[in-house]
């Protein structure tokens, strides 16, 4: 259990981290507005902006109590215990989702904006599981896409704690990281309005 708790303590840490580098790098953060998708992460007022788009500022909130709950309903449907890692990083913040570069690539985090996003991942989640099991493949749990239009995602080994690379349908290509917190380490904050191409032709995630 201590082993747990550390890991998930040092995903926290790095996930904070990451945050705060972000906001420095990129003070506003804006994103279509949707009257049906409010999320605590939206502040003031709803705008337009030059092109007529109806636009809402946004910023990561920290939740007051870590939102474990959120994926307790995963964890009934499979009969398991999620990893710490997971549960720290997705319990978190409320958060659209941020642009990051590593050492081998764009990545795209994927973080939960409200609620109702938080039970669409538990949905996905559990059709996921079901092809893992279906191809004999230890449970994992995806948590950011790399290269725009590109079929590869990362994601965390529910047993190992392993940071993977996959494609849907198939088994982990490679081990990216030894776990999340060591990974989200090496994140730099891209653009959240465009995507980086810095590393897209090389395809350095493959």
């Known amino acids: 259990m201590l082993e747990e708790t550390s890991s998930g303590s040092s995903t926290g840490k790095e996930l904070d981290q990451f945050i705060e580098h972000t906001l420095k790098a990129y003070p506003r953060l804006e994103r279509w507005y949707d009257p049906k998708w409010r999320s605590p992460c939206e502040y003031g007022a709803p705008f337009r902006n030059a092109q007529g788009e109806q636009r809402i500022l946004w910023r990561p909130f ?3 109590e870590p939102g474990y709950q ?3 309903g995963l964890e009934r449907a499979l009969e398991l215990s999620l990893h710490p890692d997971i549960k720290t990083y997705y319990g978190a913040y409320w958060s659209g989702g941020l642009e990051a570069e590593a050492p ?3 990545v795209s985090l994927i973080l939960l ?3 109702e996003d938080a039970a669409r991942l538990v949905e996905n989640l559990i059709g996921h599981a079901l092809a893992k099991r ?7 749990v995806f948590f950011a896409c790399t290269e725009p239009d590109a079929e590869e995602f990362l994601s965390i080994d529910n047993e190992t704690g392993q940071v993977l690379l996959e494609k849907p349908g198939r088994k982990p290509l490679r081990v990216v990281a030894e776990n999340l917190g060591q990974f989200l380490q ?8 465009v995507a980086s191409d810095a590393h897209r032709a090389e395809g350095l995630w493959v």
């Open 62 to 64: 920290k939740r007051s």
């Open 70 to 72: 959120d994926l307790a």
């Open 104 to 106: 081998e690539g764009h």
């Open 113 to 115: 904006w409200n609620e």
């Open 134 to 140: 279906q191809s004999r493949s230890p449970f994992t």
């Open 186 to 193: 090496t994140l730099v904050p891209a653009d959240p309005e």
